[in-house]
């Protein structure tokens, strides 16, 4: 269970990080957030922190998207995160969940004028999606353009569209959902980045087709590349494609990595987990539990509340 929170500039008991009613993003959707996972290792006894500051630079970035005025590096961030991770003392994988929020309790539509905060709490967290092979469908719903709402930050108003996505793919039968962008092309899924194998490459939509620059994302490519040796190719998709691929698989944060089996009652491949999906999970998974030393780079570990103390 959750104890603590980051809340105005200190960790405090879970209970007092509490906003007002009418506090603005509260009704507006003014703000952004950001996802990460830390992993833990049994073996180690290590809780490893996926690439932190890069989330964290992203986060700045999806708040500056909003004219948020912030006195925090990436750098603050990550060791605010890493005490409260120290506090919580968790020995499973967990979910960090950094809030971007205006705190002005005001009636008024905008974003310039208001003043920024930033809260940040984590939770336990195993798998979002199943990993055995999921039934996605095509969304009759579009993806918000970046025109709209920008698509390369994870903006609070932006999830009522994922919101609606998912729970009308759910309510018809599926896991999950496919999206396309205005022009018809394929973009994500309803809160994950999507991709392909075809022919042995790996396929991908570009991050000008509505989707979030994933951090994710980023590393499977750069995994599929210099570890499984495929090229990998960033294009425009269309919806039939889809049903010509080879595998497929859903990847993000919260979901990780998550194979589709079938898209619109259809198989896909042989309407289970494919062997290049499965071999990219393998190695994604080794790489996030500290067990891919050359990746290293990519984890920060967790420190002891008593080394935190001591520091002190």
């Given amino acids: 269970m959750t104890r603590y929170a980051f809340f105005q500039d200190q960790i405090v008991p879970i209970e007092q990080a509490q906003v007002s009613i009418m506090t603005h ?26 690439r932190l500051e890069d989330h ?5 970035e999806s708040a500056n998207l909003l004219r948020a005025e912030l006195p925090y590096t990436p750098a603050d961030l990550s060791a605010v995160t890493l005490e409260l991770l120290a506090r919580e003392g968790w020995r499973q994988d967990a979910y960090i969940r950094p809030l971007h929020y205006k705190t002005d309790e005001i ?31 095509v969304s009759s719903w579009r993806r918000v353009d970046d025109n709209a709402i920008p698509a390369r930050g994870k903006i609070i108003g932006a999830y009522a569209n994922s919101s609606l996505i998912k729970s009308d793919a759910v309510l018809s039968g599926f896991d999950e ?43 499977l490519m750069t995994l599929a590349r210099e570890e499984l040796g495929l090229t990998v190719v960033e294009r425009s998709i269309d919806r039939s494609e889809l049903y010509r691929a080879d595998e497929a698989f859903f990847c993000g944060t919260g979901v990780q990595i998550a194979p589709i089996a079938r898209i619109d009652h259809r198989d896909i491949g042989n309407g ?33 509340l008593e080394s935190i103390e001591t520091n002190e």
């Fill in 25 to 50: 993003t509260f009704n507006y959707g003014t703000g952004c957030f950001a996802g990460i996972r830390a992993y833990w290792n049994d073996d180690t006894g290590e809780l490893n922190v996926f």
């Fill in 56 to 60: 964290y630079k992203r986060f700045l």
């Fill in 107 to 137: 009636i008024g539509v905008r974003v310039h004028g208001l003043t920024d905060a930033v809260a940040i709490f984590s939770v336990p967290m195993g798998d979002y999606l199943a990993r055995g092979g999921i039934h996605a469908c």
């Fill in 177 to 219: 959902a496919i999206v396309l962008n205005q022009d018809g092309h394929v973009s994500e899924g309803s809160a994950a980045n999507l991709m392909l194998i075809r022919d042995g490459a790996l396929i991908t939509p570009p991050i000008t087709d509505n989707i979030l620059e994933g951090i994710v994302r980023r590393s």
């Fill in 272 to 304: 289970g987990i494919g062997p290049i999906t499965q071999q990219l999970s393998d190695l994604f998974f080794r790489v996030v539990r500290g067990q891919e030393p050359k990746y290293s780079a990519w984890l920060t570990k967790a420190p002891a």
